[in-house]
């Protein structure tokens, strides 16, 4: 008679069989925990949830999140001044995007005797080439002849520093101008009342010519300057005795000058040198072949072409 199913003796599992088994539960809970973050234990009651650990998930730090947006904000502005620049000089007739120049010092430089400065004893100092090993030059424009809008529009478009040395009989027809030009960034300095030769008058002379330009300026622009530059580049010791006596501390020459249509050098490698300074004039197509724009627009590619920036001069001297 067959024996019923529930009836047939029980098997009992071998020590093998028991180890398979425990070694089997033990295997597919630790693959059902990978990937998965351990549970936290509940709060007890009203205390508010621990933040998880670092590294195992959660949100990001706030302050992550903030510097990132920061970040890219930054970046942003940043490329979206670079295109700015890029039209700006486009629209000039630039061949390149001038170059920013560097912070100023935060001491200026010592204005001793040496290659580009004259300094004797007891006298300012008269400066041809600015001591510096940076990569930039100061672009100086003398007299006040020429008034032209464009120029102004130019230069402060682009964000050239520059300094207007003015002599009042061209210069006072429109002094407006270059109260706007001084409005926008521009330097405003000496350079007589009636542009003569100093060397041909007297003390006296010299005292009006240079003091009477420095009351001038202030009264018209609102600043006394401190920068000189006498007329043709001439000067003697009683010149530079009266300029110190009416506050002047430094005289500023030049070593290049430029014109619409060329750049004229004092050395014979012609190109530009840390510190130079770049001498040019307010005039017009009546004195020029070209405008004040074009003059500015051969300054700038000359200066871009060869690594150098356009600095203010009054940061140096």
Not at 252 to 267: I, K, S, T
Request: some cysteine.
């Amino acid at each position: 008679m067959p024996i019923a199913s529930s009836d047939r003796p029980r098997r009992i599992p071998t020590g093998a069989a028991v180890l398979s088994a425990l070694l089997s539960t033990a295997l597919s809970a630790a693959l059902a925990g990978c990937g998965t973050t351990p549970q936290q234990p509940a709060p007890p009651p009203g205390q508010a949830p621990a933040a998880p650990p670092a590294g195992q998930g959660g949100a990001r730090p706030e302050r992550a999140d903030r510097q990132e947006l920061d970040a890219r904000a930054a970046a942003a502005q940043r490329e979206a001044a670079q295109q700015q620049a890029a039209q700006t000089a486009h629209r000039w007739g630039l061949a390149a995007v001038p170059l920013t120049a560097p912070p100023p010092p935060a001491t200026k430089p010592p204005l001793g005797e040496g290659p580009g400065v004259r300094h004797q004893a007891g006298l300012l100092p008269v400066v041809y080439r600015v001591p510096t090993d940076a990569k930039v030059v100061f672009l100086t424009v003398d007299d006040g002849a020429e008034k032209d809008p464009e120029f102004s529009r130019m230069a402060g478009e682009l964000g050239i520093p520059l300094t207007a040395f003015l002599s009042d009989y061209l210069a006072r027809s429109d002094y407006g101008y270059f109260r706007a030009l001084h409005q926008q960034g521009a330097a405003i300095d000496n350079h007589t009342l009636t542009h003569p030769d100093l060397r041909k008058l007297d003390r006296a002379g010299q005292e009006k010519e240079i003091c009477g330009q420095q009351d001038r300026l202030e009264k018209e622009i609102g600043t006394r300057p401190r920068l000189f530059r006498p007329p043709y580049g001439e000067y003697t010791d009683t010149s530079l005795q009266v300029a110190a006596a009416c506050g002047i501390t430094a005289v500023a020459l030049w070593n290049e000058e430029a014109f619409p249509d060329h750049m004229e050098w004092r050395y014979a490698d012609q190109r530009l040198h840390p510190g130079d300074i770049v001498l040019t004039h307010f005039r017009g197509p009546g004195s020029w072949k070209g405008t004040m724009p074009d003059m500015l627009r051969r300054v700038l590619d000359t200066a871009t072409a060869q690594g150098f920036a356009v600095a203010r001069l009054e940061d140096y001297l």
